[in-house]
């Protein structure tokens, strides 16, 4: 007889939140009908897709089933004298865990239990917070198609612009979740740190449709993780034991697009930001070679973006992806996988916007070749390892429309370039070596520990040279010739290593668990040889450069515990009270290297009288040329020019940028499959890093007491009067940097989160969420060297990103009869700030090569905000079954359903003939039609 009953499973992120998980598993414990245990239950594991595993209950009735690949898989579990019991439809997600307790009663007659694994929606042992993003939500929600849109949608994160169906794809947002500082962003793929420690984004872009999930930590981050900073994992697609076929082609242009400039936009003659138009297609291809023991999964895609700046000027971008894995079954406690990835981007016209025009914009080139081998091994049921290696090598090169003979010339009184830009070419390497590992250990200290371990090391050597064209920078006031910078190009070679140890102990007792982790980091950098020719324009002032290179004798070590606890209130899994307590380190990589560097780009300031009309800069044309005229300087010494040693200096105690958290949660399961949570967070980021100039021949540090002020000034503009003040040294300013750790300064970030989650099931699907946060910086007495523009800033709203104090967002499906599925994104959030700020002469600052002018700003930060922004995307689907020729979908996406025109930039300086001007807005209404086959 074969009975079929329902129960449910619990769903269980092991430990604290961690994003490089790149798997799911299966843990249970078999009793019988009085709650004993039963040891020596065959428990198998079968899955379409995979091979089968076997496993059997321990002296406790425990099974596991660790790291699976995400899919649908099949428990089945059998001992002579009982009744077989069946799970089955277990859907494993990346990051999750099924925890069953499965009772076996005497058997009477030849039967079997089948019960379908309804996972709940709370995750009882989950401290921190997560996004899992699936399949359905990668596919079936309208996005332009890129990892940055899916961040978007995640709670609690702001992201730096708008990508309305594609209009900002081939460049990568800036993102701030939390609080957390820009290095302190993390990118995984497949469970392998890929950040690129020069710009800390990631060093490629990516082919969408690789993606199986994406997992998205915003807090609570366990101690495999470093930072504090949103953690991604992006977890590639695999091949299994049947064949696929996956394809894709999405297209629009600007024919499908509407137009919603205002009349300010018309006046101007902008065109408005646009897509010009933007074809997306690709190819996915994956299966067996030999069944249950070598897969191959194979892919190419192809994004051809082109789109228009708001001035009507063009941006083109294409990124080529390939991407092959190839997984092995070596044996039944042995696996393999081998993995590459390239993805190669070229551009024109990149930085078009209203105040560069095409000859400042950049064409660029670039690729970013990526293998990865991993080998996990299970010396038994309570213990596995993971070894895992890969290398990046990452290069582009950005070479200027105007040329390297055109000077980049600057209005300060419109904020508009033209000429030319700076070149760059960028070389930088990465190399992952880690071993993971699982240790399961029952009935110890009153519970059960589930053991989270590893160790793992990176070293990421990198190089980048600048040059600015023409060895000069122009700077025009009033329509006149004003400043120049004579310039000497950059040849920055070094490399940064980090050697990282952790643990992490989830354990449980009864309704209890405590997450307990400890990390240890230990990161260097150094400088290697470079040589950098002599400037173009003033090669005697700036000679070439022969740099021996530089070891700033600086190790940071950082501990970094991890407390956190869950509580299963009602003891049914339902209601979970959460909380965590953390200290994290800031990732360094190869900036400290970088900023003490003698071979970085140098250059020096004069007034400039164009003597000859020529609109080009000449030695002869510089007030008080070579040295008694300089107004401002770097990376050199003007009195001592062919000295090449290192001008910077560093406290050799220097330590790392910390932020401590503690959050707090409380989450409900209402019914099935929904739920409703929220969340306190309290963070505070501090020990920051500063510079200050130095004297390396003396000795000489200047110090806050060195500075003298206020010096006053005020200037009319229009009706209005304004104010200001800044503070200047009583001599010229040494040559040198010094870095060290600011006393004082530190961030304060807390946070009201709340969010409703139905997971796909009974035909819909919806995350909502809406955050309130305030975000302020504190000085203190000590926590600054130069006085200027401190005080307004002080206990203020951070700003100067993405910056609002609330956001809401909501993201659904619904799945119609006859294979329609209808989705949306809606997201609305406070307008950036604005701040408000005009731009002064400082003769007393520029007397000590400080600077001949600066902008001040004359309000505090967020009284001044760009309008509230909100917006609505909306797909609608259907899908086409061919029986056993597989599926195809047609999609029609609408972005900016209500084609609103909002404000995402306008110019802040009140004393220009700009001010207030627009610089971009969101981009129109845009349809996009696409179709997807799927085998």
């Known amino acids: 007889m074969k009975i079929k009953a329902l129960g449910t499973a619990l769903v ?24 004993g245990p039963l040891p020596g239950v065959t428990v198998s594991l ?12 321990s002296e406790s009735g425990v099974f596991r089933f660790l790291n699976l690949t995400p899919g649908i898989y099949k428990l089945r579990c059998e001992l002579a004298g009982f009744t077989a019991h069946i799970r089955d439809v277990i859907d494993i997600r990346v990051g999750t865990s099924f925890d069953f307790r499965i009772i076996l009663t005497q058997a009477t007659l030849d039967e079997q239990v089948t019960v379908i694994a309804e996972s709940p929606i709370v995750d009882t042992k989950k401290t921190g917070t997560v996004t899992n993003v699936t399949q359905d939500m990668l596919q079936r929600l309208p996005s332009a198609r890129d990892p940055w849109v899916v961040l978007q949608q995640t709670p609690g994160i702001l992201v730096d612009r708008e990508n309305v169906g594609g209009s900002s794809a081939g460049i990568q947002s800036a993102l701030v979740g939390r609080a957390g500082m820009a290095q302190n962003l ?45 953690s991604i994992n992006v977890v590639t697609k695999r091949g299994g034991n049947k064949f696929q076929v996956q394809a894709r082609t999405f297209f629009t242009n600007d024919h499908l697009q509407a137009d919603n400039r205002t009349p300010e936009l018309v006046d101007l003659g902008y065109v408005g930001d646009r897509i010009d138009r933007i074809v997306d297609y690709g190819l996915q291809v994956g299966g067996p070679i030999l069944k249950d023991r070598l897969w191959f999964w194979l892919g ?70 990526y293998i990865k081998f991993e080998d996990e091994h299970t ?22 429309e105007g040329g390297m003979d055109t000077q980049v010339r600057y209005d300060l009184d419109t904020g508009m370039y033209s000429g030319s830009w700076v070149y760059a070419d960028t070389r930088g390497s990465s190399f992952v070596a880690s071993l993971e590992g699982n240790y399961f250990k029952e009935r110890f200290l009153g519970g059960n520990h589930e053991l989270k371990f590893g160790a793992e090391f990176r070293s990421t050597p990198s190089r980048a040279v600048y040059v600015w064209p023409g060895g000069a920078r122009r700077y025009y006031r009033a329509g006149n010739p004003f400043l120049a910078d004579v310039t000497r190009g950059g040849n920055w070679d070094y490399g940064s290593d980090r050697l990282s140890v952790f643990a992490n102990d989830a354990w449980t007792i009864g309704r209890l668990t405590l997450n307990l982790g400890l990390r240890l980091d230990r990161e260097d950098a150094r400088n290697y040889d470079a040589s950098v020719d002599a400037g173009e324009v003033a090669p005697e002032l700036l000679p070439a450069v022969t740099y021996p290179g530089y070891d700033p004798g600086v190790v940071f070590l950082t501990l970094s515990p991890r407390i956190g606890f869950t509580y299963d209130l009602g003891g049914d899994g339902k209601t979970i009270l959460r909380g965590n307590a953390a200290r994290f380190g800031a990732q360094q990589g190869p900036w400290l290297a970088s900023a003490l560097s003698s071979s970085s780009d140098a250059g020096a300031m004069f007034f400039w009288n164009d003597l000859n009309d020529d609109d080009r800069v000449s030695t002869d044309e510089l007030n008080g040329y070579p040295t008694a005229g300089i107004r401002s300087f770097w990376g050199f010494d003007p009195a001592n020019p062919a000295n090449f040693e290192a001008l910077n200096g560093v406290d050799k105690d ?84 010094y870095i060290f750790n600011i006393p004082d300064y530190h961030e304060n970030f807390t946070a009201l989160e709340f969010a409703a989650v139905k997971r796909l099931g009974h035909r819909w699907m919806m995350n909502a969420s ?21 005080e307004i800033q002080d206990g203020q709203r951070a700003w100067g990103g993405p910056d609002s104090d609330w956001m809401a967002k909501l993201s659904f499906l619904y799945q119609l009869p006859w294979g329609i599925n209808i989705a949306g994104f809606a997201n609305a959030r406070q307008g950036f700030t604005n701040v408000q700020r005009i731009n002064a002469a400082t003769p007393e600052r520029a007397a000590a090569a400080l600077g001949s002018y600066m902008d001040f700003y004359i ?29 195809m979908t047609l999609c029609i996406d609408a972005f900016n359903v209500f084609n609103f025109a909002h404000d995402l930039s306008r110019y802040p300086n009140v004393n220009s003939s700009r001010h207030n001007a627009i610089q971009s807005i969101l981009n129109p209404r845009v349809i996009r039609f696409g179709v997807r086959y799927n085998f």
Not at 663 to 686: K, M, P, Q, Y
Not at 770 to 790: A, M
Not at 864 to 870: E, N, V
Request: glycine content about 10%; charged content about 20%; hydrophobic content about 35%.
């Open 12 to 35: 269980l992120l092991a430990g604290f939140a961690g994003a490089q998980v790149q798997y799911g598993n299966i843990r249970g414990v078999v009793v019988d009908a009085q709650g």
């Open 46 to 57: 079968e899955s379409a897709q995979f091979p089968s595993r076997t496993a059997v209950c």
């Open 186 to 230: 993390q990118w995984n793929m497949d469970g392998v740190p890929i950040t690129d420690m020069d710009s800390y984004g990631s060093p490629f872009y990516f082919d969408f449709d690789t993606f199986e999930e994406m997992t998205i930590v915003t807090g609570g981050q366990d101690a495999s993780i470093q930072t504090g900073g949103v």
């Open 300 to 369: 190419y895609g192809v994004q051809d973006i082109r789109r228009f700046a708001i001035t009507g000027d063009p941006l083109d971008y294409k990124i080529r992806g390939i991407n092959a894995k190839l997984n092995f079954r070596l044996s039944d406690r042995n696996r393999a996988e081998l993995a590459f990835l390239d993805n190669a981007k070229t551009a024109s016209g990149r930085g078009a916007s209203a105040v560069r025009p095409p000859e400042t914009t950049l064409n660029q080139t670039g690729s970013s070749p």
């Open 379 to 400: 010396f038994s049921p309570n213990f596995l390892l993971a070894l895992r290696l890969s290398y990046n090598y990452n290069r582009f090169t950005l070479t200027p």
């Open 654 to 737: 220097l330590k790392v940028e910390l932020t401590d958290e503690l959050l707090l949660g409380l989450e409900r399961e209402v019914f099935t499959d929904f739920a409703l949570s929220g969340t306190f967070i309290l963070r505070r980021n501090h020990r920051f890093t500063r510079d200050t100039f130095y004297d390396k021949a003396t000795g000489t540090i200047i110090e806050q007491s060195d500075y003298i002020g206020p010096i006053t000034g005020s200037l009319t503009y229009g009706e209005t009067t304004y104010s200001y003040e800044y503070w200047t040294l009583a001599a010229t300013r040494p040559p040198g940097t």
């Open 770 to 790: 809406f955050t309130y946060q305030v975000y302020k910086i504190h000085y203190g007495e000590r926590g600054y060297v130069d006085p200027t523009n401190v």
């Open 859 to 887: 309000e505090k930060p967020g009284t001044t905000r760009l309008p509230d922004f909100y917006n609505v995307d909306l797909s609608l689907t259907k899908d086409i079954r061919f029986k056993s020729f597989g599926k």
